[in-house]
Structures are given as C-alpha cells and as structure tokens.
C-alpha cells in the first residue's frame, strides 16, 4: 500500500511525457555503450574460464584427489531460482512497457528476491565446501574465483536493481523514457547467461 | 545424519524440476512472444531469453541425474 502511494506521487505530473530530442538521439548510443561494457565483462569471464578448463584438462585425472565433492542438486535449485529471476525481470521490464506500475514493482522486487536467495544458496555451498578447502588446489582456487566473481556480479546486481526500484519512486523514469531500467534488464540478464556457462563446467562436465 | 541428507536433496531436486520446468516454459513463450521485436537491444534480448531456456533445461536435466559432471555428489 505504501508502495503504491509513493509510486504514483513519483509519477505525478510527467509519467506519460514524450521524450525529447537529445533522448532520442543519445538512447541507442547509451545501448551500444553498454553493450560494450557486457563484452569487456565477458571478456573477462571468458579468460578465467578458458584458464580453468586448460588447467582442468593438463592436470592429473578430474576431480584431484582429496577436492570436495559438489552438491549437484543444491546447485540444480539454486540454477533454477536464478534463472527463474531472469524471468521475473523480463516481466518487470514488459510491465514497464505496458505501463502497469505496481506490477512492475512487484515484478523487480520478487527478482532482487530471487538475486539474494541464489547468494545465500551460494554462501551454504561455499560453507560446505570450505571444510575441504585445504587440499582442493586448482579446483578450489577456479570454483571460488570463478562463482566468487560472478557472485559479486549478482550483489552488484541485486543493488543496482533496487537504485532503479527506487528511481522509478522518485520519477526518474517515464513510460516513454525508460533507457535505465532497459539496462539493467540486460544486466541481469548477462548475470543469468554467465551462471549458465558456469553452471556447466563446474557441474555438469 | 545421512538419511537427513539425502531427504534433503530428494526435496531440492523435486523442487529444481519442476521450477525448472516452469521456468523453460516462460523463457521460451517469452520468446516467442518478442520473436518479432526489432532493435538492437531486443536482439539481444533474445539471445538471452534463449540461452535463458537452455540454462533451465540443463538445470531439469540435472536434477534428475541425467547429466552430472565428474566431481559433483549424486
């Protein structure tokens, strides 16, 4: 309820004004902009992945012995909860679009939800995993930069969801002005696509 | 301390199929449904809805044992 009383005083007096000149002309500059900071990101998740794997395949046997086990079903759920929020965001952004308000706060807040159960589902594995973690080696040293990496990727998402969340109460963006929140749709989106990878190389290969 | 355990997965995988299931579903209707959008960022979007839907798929496949890699428990 209070939501929806800030929400709508946040839109009052401009939620439908027709973007100007300076957005249009700058709007596909600022995509292709960001593009290019997702590739310079995947970029380097490709190099720790490629160093992972090379080191993976020259070593002696797979898995080294003495490296802990993974929980493939702790992380089956964990997967699914991440990529369900990549489906709640798409949601967000669609609402968005269609300019049902609340639905959209809903819709990005069951997504930062979602984003803060996958790290707590992360923060048990490495719990576990720690036990383990002096005779792992190479295992554990790819494992936690890889999931560690890509998990500070997920917290800098779940805060950056909540910025535009609370942009959109203040009325920074409009129904027709909404660049911010397309972003960070792509954002999180790029995080869903990258655990995919490393969902299948940690436990699936 | 074990049966504990292994209840607990039986759960997480029960659950990781049949969200995964669902999640497969609304990627894939989701991309269907912007099949037709045009611009630079919607093809990507694209992109990612699909590889979205691969991702729950290997997640469904995982949770019923299908496909498990060299290290992890079963």
């Known amino acids: 309820m209070a939501v929806a009383s800030v929400t709508h005083a946040g839109l009052v007096g401009r939620p439908y004004e027709e973007p100007d000149q300076l957005y249009l002309e700058t709007r596909e500059l600022r995509v292709q902009g960001f593009l290019l900071f997702m590739v310079s990101d995947l970029v380097l998740f490709?190099?720790?992945?490629?160093?992972?794997?090379?080191?993976?395949?020259?070593?002696?046997?797979?898995?080294?012995?003495?490296?802990p086990k993974l929980d493939l079903a702790l992380a089956a759920i964990n997967s699914v909860i991440l990529f369900g929020s990549g489906a709640t965001m798409h949601f967000a952004l669609e609402n968005w679009k269609h300019r049902h308000f609340m639905k959209f706060a809903n819709w990005i807040v069951l997504t930062i939800v979602l984003g803060a159960l996958f790290l707590s589902g992360q923060l048990i594995e490495y719990a576990k995993l720690a036990v383990g973690w002096g005779s792992s080696g190479i295992f554990g040293a790819g494992f936690f930069t890889l999931t560690g990496m890509h998990g500070f990727h997920v917290f800098c998402g779940i805060i950056y969801l909540t910025v535009l969340l609370l942009q959109t109460l203040q009325g920074k963006y409009?129904?027709?002005?909404?660049?911010?929140?397309?972003?960070?749709t792509l954002y999180w989106h790029f995080v869903d696509v990258i655990w995919v990878v490393l969902?299948?190389?940690f436990y699936l290969y | 301390m074990a049966g504990i355990s292994a209840t607990v997965a039986h759960v997480e995988r029960i659950f990781a199929l049949v969200l995964g299931i669902v999640v497969f579903f609304v990627a894939a209707i989701a991309l269907?449904?912007?099949?037709?959008?045009?611009?630079?960022?919607?093809?990507?979007?694209?992109?990612?809805?699909?590889?979205?839907?691969?991702?729950?798929?290997l997640a469904i496949l995982a949770s019923v044992?299908?496909?498990?890699?060299?290290?992890?428990?079963?």
């Open chain 1, 46 to 67: 490709s190099s720790f992945i490629f160093a992972y794997l090379y080191l993976r395949n020259t070593g002696q046997g797979w898995p080294p012995p003495g490296a």
């Open chain 1, 174 to 184: 409009t129904f027709t002005k909404y660049t911010g929140l397309t972003l960070g």
């Open chain 1, 199 to 201: 969902f299948s190389i």
């Open chain 2, 32 to 57: 269907k449904n912007d099949w037709n959008s045009k611009g630079l960022e919607n093809h990507v979007f694209k992109l990612m809805l699909a590889l979205l839907a691969l991702g729950a798929f």
């Open chain 2, 65 to 74: 044992n299908v496909l498990a890699g060299k290290g992890v428990e079963i």
